[in-house]
Structure formats: structure tokens, C-alpha cells
């Protein structure tokens, strides 16, 4: 699975190359911490092979590619943990 972050351009920053669902998110999560942004909210949209983590900016978000659905299903139930802390 690679993770990217997705500016308003639309340019695809690579930010991670990763087996596990946990890896990815962790890394997600370490880049709100470096740009000072705590999300409230975190949603999780899956399609065939990717996956998509939007979070209040409306023209930037997290992009998962390559992801089975197993790590999909990893990842969305952390992003649900995410919303409920």
C-alpha cells in the first residue's frame, strides 16, 4: 500500500510504502501533528483499489493506493476510533 497526501493542485506528495494498515495511519496522523492540524473528523471513502481519508479541508486529503480490502477494512475501523475520541 503507498500513502500520499493530496494538496489543493492536486499533486500527489508520497509519503509512505507500507504492508500495514497501522503504518499508514500512523503516519497520517504524524502529519497533522507536524502541520499543527487536529482534524475533528476524519472520513473514509473506499473505492476498488484506493481509498480516500478527507478531513476539513475541502480541497485536500489523504490517498491510499494499492490497498486490499483487509487493510482497507484496518484502516476505516482507525479512522471510526479516530471520530469516537
Do not use: W
Not at 23 to 40: A, K, Q, S, V
Not at 56 to 77: H, I, Q, R, W
Request: negative net charge.
Amino acid at each position: 500500500m503507498f500513502l500520499y497526501f493530496v494538496n489543493g493542485s492536486h499533486q500527489q506528495k508520497f509519503l509512505l510504502e507500507s504492508d500495514y494498515a497501522d503504518d499508514l495511519y500512523d503516519i497520517m496522523i504524524g502529519f497533522f501533528e507536524e502541520h499543527g492540524r487536529y482534524p475533528h473528523f476524519l472520513e473514509m471513502d473506499r473505492y476498488d483499489d484506493y481509498c480516500e481519508v478527507h478531513f476539513e479541508s475541502a480541497t485536500e486529503y489523504f490517498l491510499l493506493k494499492d490497498v486490499d480490502s483487509e487493510e482497507a477494512a484496518v484502516f476505516e475501523g482507525l479512522v471510526k476510533e479516530y471520530n469516537e475520541f
